[in-house]
């Protein structure tokens, strides 16, 4: 996916350049209020995260492997302003150091799948936390159809710039044809793998995943939380202080039944709370 | 650590290129690589002229011309694109060996080709003349910004650790007896990749506090200011000056 130099000409390239320039500086401002000074250490290791996992290769079928992209991963992980700062900088020293990737085509890679990969996935992500029902199983859903869309989009973006600036004489139909269609593709795989790592973070790590802050529930202070089943049912606590009276009881009787007979009085304060 | 603190895309040496300011080498292959993309692709003579220029530069950074050919071996899917772009392109048809190509596809995979493989060779030559930190340093002096240049180097000095972590966990999977065949093992390598996640990102909490402990207010001290003199800037001149005239006298042609 990553653009050669001369593939778009000189003015277009550098008129992209300048978008990824201001897009950069933009996000720069962003990841600043989202992490103030732990910026520089966090972004650069999820850089290096995104750097490392793109290497990391899933097999598909009969020999052929696909690997993630990671622009959807890091908005819904980090948020979007640092997600388009990481895919930036690694983007930049792909082309710097692998040369992977033109250094003149470097600001079309940065507005290809930093700039509109990155945001098409965090728009598409939040929309439809919004919309759907505040469980973790949203959030999977979510971040399958925010990477599975974000992959076709940088595609389009791409024929865009392909008919502003593209030194091939291919007609556009076609290239829009094969782009999407090829990047359809590409995007299940993309959409599987990370609703599928989006999903193992958040069964670990909830409070990491940016895109699904506020979707936790709160922690509530009652030795009742403790006892009860792992996952309460209920959204909200309303009654928080009440339950807080009440298993103020029962954790006492639970504690003393422990002391005389321990199996029994573990049973019992389960019991007491179901 | 026995080959020492450099990246294995570094190749040591103390040639003139080596010991040019990382500054100046930056700015001349972007400047070499915007006229060979700035050239009319019909002046077939240009490009052989960049690629001696690129040449020059190779024999005196003393790199092997082996070692040049293996690293432009990255550029092989966009041979594979361009080769097919003569056989998809509009226009009128010529045969050749027997098969109709289109004429304006063999220009545009000519284009891509001869401009993709220079950029790719100056970025080469670049990369395995000057060490990584030198580089970010580089990049400093040309005015990126310092919070990026931080971003870049944390990227840089963490990427083998995490690469390293990700190589740990794939030998932990292996000698459990996991072997990823298709599709259905996807599960695993996610978890995996959420894992590296975390791991990475607490990673980066520790180091964070790390630097705080050590009295980090956001700005890293400027312990290593490099600055090239004006022969030294005239030395890095020479190839995009050279690539300029060539250009130039490709465009009145």
């Given at each position: 996916?990553?653009?050669?130099d001369?593939?778009?000409?000189?003015?277009?390239?550098?008129?992209?350049?300048?978008?990824?320039?201001?897009?950069?500086?933009?996000?720069?401002?962003?990841?600043?209020?989202?992490?103030?000074?732990?910026?520089?250490?966090?972004?650069?290791?999820?850089?290096?995260?995104?750097?490392a996992?793109?290497?990391?290769?899933?097999?598909?079928a009969?020999?052929?492997?696909?690997?993630l992209?990671?622009?959807?991963l890091a908005?819904?992980?980090?948020?979007?302003?640092?997600g388009?700062?990481?895919?930036?900088?690694?983007?930049?020293?792909?082309?710097?150091?692998f040369?992977?990737?033109?250094l003149t085509?470097l600001?079309?890679?940065?507005?290809?799948?930093?700039?509109?990969?990155?945001?098409?996935?965090?728009?598409?992500?939040?929309?439809?936390?919004?919309?759907?029902?505040?469980?973790?199983?949203?959030?999977?859903?979510?971040?399958?159809?925010?990477?599975?869309?974000?992959?076709?989009?940088?595609?389009?973006?791409?024929t865009?710039?392909?008919?502003?600036?593209g030194?091939?004489?291919?007609?556009?139909?076609?290239?829009?044809?094969?782009?999407?269609?090829?990047?359809?593709?590409?995007?299940?795989?993309?959409?599987?793998?990370?609703?599928?790592?989006?999903?193992?973070?958040?069964?670990?790590?909830?409070?990491?995943?940016?895109?699904?802050?506020?979707?936790?529930?709160?922690?509530?202070?009652s030795?009742?939380?403790?006892?009860?089943?792992?996952?309460?049912?209920?959204?909200?606590?309303?009654?928080?202080?009440?339950?807080?009276?009440?298993s103020?009881?029962?954790?006492?009787?639970?504690?003393?039944?422990?002391a005389?007979?321990?199996?029994?009085?573990?049973?019992?304060?389960?019991?007491?709370?179901? | 650590?026995?080959?020492?603190?450099?990246?294995?895309?570094?190749?040591?040496?103390t040639?003139?290129?080596?010991?040019?300011?990382?500054?100046?080498?930056?700015?001349?292959?972007?400047?070499?690589?915007?006229?060979?993309?700035?050239?009319?692709?019909?002046?077939?003579?240009a490009?052989?002229?960049?690629?001696?220029?690129?040449?020059?530069?190779?024999?005196?950074?003393?790199?092997?011309?082996?070692?040049?050919?293996?690293?432009?071996?990255?550029?092989?899917?966009?041979?594979?694109?361009?080769?097919?772009?003569?056989?998809?392109?509009?226009?009128?048809?010529?045969?050749v060996?027997?098969?109709?190509?289109?004429?304006?596809?063999?220009?545009?995979?000519?284009?891509?080709l001869?401009?993709?493989?220079?950029?790719?060779?100056?970025?080469?030559?670049?990369?395995?003349?000057?060490?990584?930190?030198?580089?970010?340093?580089?990049?400093?002096?040309?005015?990126?910004?310092?919070?990026l240049?931080q971003?870049?180097?944390?990227?840089?000095?963490?990427?083998?650790?995490?690469?390293?972590?990700?190589?740990?966990?794939?030998?932990?999977?292996?000698?459990?007896?996991?072997?990823?065949?298709?599709?259905?093992?996807?599960?695993?390598l996610?978890?995996?990749?959420?894992?590296?996640?975390i791991?990475?990102?607490?990673?980066?909490?520790?180091?964070?506090?790390?630097?705080?402990?050590?009295?980090?207010?956001?700005?890293?001290?400027?312990?290593?200011?490099?600055?090239?003199?004006?022969?030294?800037?005239?030395?890095a001149?020479?190839?995009?000056?050279?690539?300029?005239?060539?250009?130039?006298?490709?465009?009145?042609?």
């Amino acid at each position: 996916m990553h653009v050669p130099d001369g593939f778009i000409d000189t003015p277009v390239s550098v008129a992209a350049g300048a978008v990824a320039a201001g897009a950069v500086a933009a996000s720069l401002r962003g990841a600043r209020r989202e992490l103030d000074d732990r910026t520089a250490p966090l972004a650069g290791l999820v850089a290096a995260f995104v750097f490392a996992v793109q290497m990391l290769n899933f097999p598909v079928a009969a020999g052929t492997s696909g690997h993630l992209l990671g622009g959807a991963l890091a908005a819904i992980l980090v948020g979007p302003w640092t997600g388009v700062l990481c895919i930036s900088v690694v983007l930049l020293m792909q082309a710097v150091l692998f040369a992977d990737g033109g250094l003149t085509a470097l600001g079309v890679n940065i507005t290809l799948m930093g700039v509109v990969g990155v945001t098409v996935a965090y728009a598409v992500f939040r929309g439809l936390v919004r919309l759907l029902p505040r469980a973790r199983g949203s959030v999977t859903a979510a971040s399958f159809l925010a990477a599975f869309v974000s992959v076709p989009a940088a595609a389009v973006a791409f024929t865009g710039i392909y008919a502003l600036g593209g030194t091939a004489d291919v007609s556009l139909g076609k290239v829009l044809t094969a782009m999407v269609g090829v990047h359809t593709l590409i995007g299940v795989g993309e959409g599987v793998i990370t609703a599928l790592t989006v999903g193992a973070v958040i069964a670990v790590r909830p409070d990491l995943v940016y895109g699904a802050r506020g979707l936790t529930q709160p922690l509530r202070l009652s030795a009742a939380a403790a006892a009860a089943p792992a996952r309460p049912g209920g959204n909200g606590n309303p009654g928080a202080p009440g339950t807080t009276g009440a298993s103020g009881t029962t954790g006492t009787t639970g504690i003393t039944g422990a002391a005389g007979t321990p199996g029994t009085g573990a049973r019992s304060s389960k019991e007491t709370n179901a | 650590m026995g080959s020492g603190h450099t990246h294995k895309l570094y190749r040591h040496g103390t040639s003139p290129v080596h010991g040019m300011p990382p500054h100046c080498k930056i700015a001349a292959v972007f400047g070499f690589v915007l006229v060979v993309v700035s050239t009319p692709r019909e002046a077939f003579w240009a490009f052989g002229a960049y690629a001696l220029l690129l040449a020059g530069v190779a024999a005196a950074a003393r790199i092997p011309p082996g070692f040049l050919l293996k690293r432009l071996l990255v550029e092989v899917p966009f041979v594979a694109f361009a080769l097919l772009m003569p056989f998809v392109a509009e226009g009128p048809r010529t045969e050749v060996l027997g098969v109709q190509l289109s004429v304006s596809g063999l220009w545009g995979a000519w284009n891509i080709l001869a401009k993709g493989t220079l950029g790719v060779a100056a970025s080469v030559l670049l990369a395995s003349t000057t060490e990584l930190r030198a580089l970010l340093l580089g990049l400093q002096r040309l005015r990126m910004p310092p919070l990026l240049v931080q971003i870049a180097s944390f990227m840089i000095r963490y990427g083998d650790v995490i690469a390293d972590e990700m190589r740990r966990m794939r030998i932990a999977r292996a000698s459990r007896g996991f072997e990823a065949r298709g599709i259905r093992h996807w599960g695993v390598l996610g978890k995996t990749a959420g894992a590296l996640f975390i791991r990475s990102y607490e990673r980066g909490e520790r180091v964070h506090l790390a630097m705080v402990s050590r009295g980090y207010t956001g700005t890293m001290p400027d312990l290593h200011t490099v600055s090239a003199t004006r022969a030294q800037w005239a030395h890095a001149a020479a190839l995009p000056a050279a690539a300029l005239a060539v250009c130039l006298i490709g465009w009145t042609l």
